[in-house]
């Protein structure tokens, strides 16, 4: 992992970057799963420094409304940070506030090596960028002209070359005299991304980058952080796209008002979440109930479908051939057996849903 | 971070490409003009040599008024377009995440406005006064040729510009839709008017003296509306709509 914010200028975006399976990584090596607010659970180290952002305590209050509360975490240089939540949930409020366009109410916040105060604000934004959910380009302007008119504000050194550049990067360039009325919704995200990416941040926030794009031009969005990530860009990224999140992210962090996880997508799958075993049958067993409960490692069991039984095991390895002797023993007909992979998607419904009942209660 | 020109200069571009490409900024800066040469052109053509010196001070200072409205309304229309505008369009979040200042983006597009309406107007009153040495009875010509009037118009377009555009953008860093935003900048636009207007018909007696009194309040008081109207560029209500 990059450890140090690299330049952008030489970004180029590849189409063969592997998106899946990638090791999850971070400055400081793997991490476990912190759950929020448990017995032993603590949201960040904040013995580090050195982080691209280190949040402590961070409340925003609108009035009696609550963006977010207490909220803590840090994002190490060069780390794709995913920020999950369901609308409302405080992303964008905590994008802005990190990005010194609205003040906490408490808490305190280091960003890009900066301490989070009204006086650093251009200090602040001049090394980081954010790139807002919608992209909003002047329309009347060509690409060219909307970024030259940011390349001066951030008072940037040969504008045109990193123009031309960051317009490469996002496979822009033969678009760059066209005004930006004339690009589709696609174009104009690729368009906001190149200005995002013009002053070479140091942390670059993307808001709901995707947000109503297409599949294709989500693709070629998820490939930029893929390439920018390589080049060892520090990204934080709010979505609620969980799969978004599970492809991109090194680490995730869920918010709703409080911050209720942080974690590597995968660990969270596995830590948080009880494994399942799918086994298929040709026909509906007689007695499930007599055939699963009599197993050690099977905590419980459900029929899904007709011949589909979904059993809670802790060790899904180990169980998978105690259940197909025993099923075979019985003499019947197995289809198959396998584990039942489950999704960030689930550790996010089964989060929001224990928020639902808190808020019921 | 210190003040930087060169971002105040970035606004003023962008500032003056968007005008250029806006059609109802285009039709705005192209038909007041028009209006307002040939409306005070028409009240004093049609004198008839037998007016009453009451009646030419009157028809006078209606044509000089005129002349004023320009640097009145359409600066007033040009900012009030212009914080509110933007949030509509979603583009004041974009360039606020910029290391710029307030007081360069307001400076940025005041002078946006401020630069291009003060050619125009007095590329208007010059045609104007042209148009009167070359066509209109002598009479006339020798009335809107006075001194006090050539000063009072040249002093005062800039310093009625100036409160118009400060009291546009205030109203704009303010409002949540734009044309209610433009008729309220309009609107708030017109006090410094009817000062100078009660000079131009003579009902406040124009003087040397009181032309530069009033001018010299005038710019203090831009000044002074400058100083508010940045104290008023609030980021966070602009972006979230919530007082900060």
Request: glycine fraction near 8%.
């Amino acid at each position: 992992m990059v450890s140090t914010p690299a330049s952008l200028t030489d970004v180029e975006v590849s189409s063969s970057i592997n998106l899946v399976g990638r090791a999850p990584s971070g400055p400081d090596g793997p991490r476990t799963v912190e759950r929020v607010g448990e017995p032993g659970g603590s949201c960040t180290d904040m013995s580090r420094s050195d982080g691209a952002i280190i949040v402590e305590h961070l409340t925003k209050r609108f009035g009696d409304r609550v963006a977010f509360d207490d909220v803590s975490f840090d994002v190490g240089y060069g780390e794709v940070f995913g920020f999950l939540g369901p609308n409302g949930a405080g992303k964008t409020t905590m994008v802005r506030t990190l990005g010194t366009l609205i003040a906490p109410t408490s808490g305190a916040a280091t960003v890009a090596g900066i301490e989070l105060r009204p006086e650093n604000g251009p200090a602040i934004r001049s090394r980081i960028s954010i790139m807002p959910e919608f992209p909003g380009l002047y329309l009347r302007l060509t690409v060219a002209e909307n970024l030259e008119l940011f390349a001066r504000l951030y008072r940037l050194s040969d504008p045109q070359y990193r123009i031309e550049r960051v317009l490469r990067a996002v496979n822009l360039i033969d678009r760059t005299n066209d005004l930006c009325r004339s690009l589709s919704k696609g174009l104009r995200q690729r368009a906001a991304l190149a200005r995002a990416l013009l002053s070479d941040p140091a942390v670059l926030f993307l808001d709901e980058p995707t947000s109503g794009l297409d599949p294709v031009a989500t693709r070629e969005v998820h490939e930029l952080i893929t390439a920018l990530e390589d080049r060892g860009v520090t990204i934080f990224l709010t979505t609620h796209r969980l799969e978004e999140a599970e492809r991109l992210c090194h680490r995730v962090a869920i918010l709703s008002t409080t911050l209720r996880l942080v974690g590597r997508p995968l660990e969270l799958r596995q830590q948080l979440l009880t494994r399942n075993l799918d086994v298929r049958t040709r026909t509906d067993l007689d007695d499930p109930g007599k055939m699963f409960g009599g197993l050690v490692d099977v905590e419980g069991w459900e029929q899904v479908l007709p011949g589909l039984y979904r059993l809670t095991v802790v060790d899904p390895d180990a169980t998978a051939p105690v259940v197909a002797r025993t099923l075979v023993g019985a003499g019947v007909d197995i289809l198959s057996i396998a584990e039942s992979r489950r999704s960030l998607e689930d550790v996010y419904l089964e989060l929001i849903d224990e928020d639902v009942e808190v808020k019921r209660r | 971070m210190s003040f930087s020109w060169v971002r105040v200069g970035a606004i003023f571009q962008k500032e003056l490409r968007d005008y250029r490409r806006n059609r109802f900024m285009v039709l705005t800066m192209g038909l007041l003009p028009l209006i307002f040469i040939a409306a005070p052109i028409l009240q004093l053509f049609t004198i008839k040599a037998s007016i009453t010196s009451a009646k030419l001070d009157s028809r006078i200072g209606i044509s000089l008024l005129y002349m004023l409205m320009l640097p009145t309304i359409i600066p007033s229309v040009l900012s009030a377009y212009s914080v509110v505008g933007e949030r509509e369009q979603g583009t004041l979040e974009p360039v606020l995440t910029t290391p710029i200042h307030r007081e360069e983006l307001l400076i940025g597009k005041a002078l946006a406005a401020f630069l291009p309406v003060l050619a125009v107007a007095y590329v208007i009153f010059g045609i104007f006064l042209g148009a009167v040495a070359a066509f209109a009875h002598p009479a006339v010509t020798s009335a809107v040729f006075e001194r006090d009037h050539l000063l009072i118009q040249l002093l005062f377009t800039p310093l009625v510009a100036g409160w118009s555009i400060w009291v546009g953008i205030a109203i704009s860093t303010r409002m949540s839709d734009v044309r209610a935003a433009q008729q309220l900048s309009v609107l708030a636009s017109l006090p410094p008017v009817a000062i100078v207007a009660l000079m131009n018909f003579n009902v406040i007696a124009p003087s040397l003296a009181l032309a530069l009194g009033l001018a010299a309040a005038l710019l203090l008081i831009d000044g002074l509306a400058w100083r508010v109207v940045a104290a008023m560029f609030d980021r966070e209500r602009l972006i979230t709509g919530i007082r900060s």
